[in-house]
């Protein structure tokens, strides 16, 4: 018996259902869309943290990372300067700023290892320090955000989830680094009276560090008044 031949769609249902589909992907686009759309607000609305870092420059300076910009205000908070990110040569906003000995500003961009050397009067960048990490501690260099410098350029810095500090000259080479298990969880970091002080952030402790080896050589352990307390997070010196 022979088979009767396959009649087509009639042009009229053919080209309804082209526009059916052409709808379907259009709005299918669209949704896609708007998805990217309300993913990028969230990231904006994350990046967006306002004040961040403060450094107090020899020269008396004052700066203040906001965003994505440098502030340089005067002793009464006044704004007296904006710089951008961009202008700053940072590849990211500005988190942590710190004072260096020569009278730089020094500002760590976030999700980078490089410090940025900075004049202390424009904002505008004079100079790079780039740490040469260890192996195992090269995946935490673009989340040390707390550092410190000695007198002489060398650089102290506290890798938070990496539980250790690690120390650098001041062209970044590689000179020391604490011994396993000093801490869990460091982030506070500061230099003074010739040793290097940091946090044994959940052991709620204070831990002093040889000068040139970074070797332990005192520990300050802190009363826990209450429960909530005992994660102790950022210090630092004060004048």
Known sequence: MKKKPVRGMPGGEEKGLRKVKAVAVALLLLAMTCVALALWAGNRQTAV??????????????????????????????????????????????????AHPQGHLVAWARHSPTLHLLAADTGRPVGRLSPQWPDDLARHADEAINFAFAPDGRVAIATGGGHAVAMFDGQGRFLARTAPDTYRFTNGLWWADGAWWTTDTNRAALVRLDDATLKETSRVALVEQQRDWRFLGLAAATP
Do not use: I, N
């Open 49 to 98: 943290q306002g004040p961040w870092g403060l450094a107090v420059l020899r020269a008396g300076q004052v700066w203040l990372s906001v965003d994505e910009e440098l502030w340089r205000l005067d002793a009464e908070g006044r704004r007296l300067q904006t710089v951008s990110a961009h202008e700053a040569g940072l590849p990211d906003a500005a988190g942590t700023l710190m």
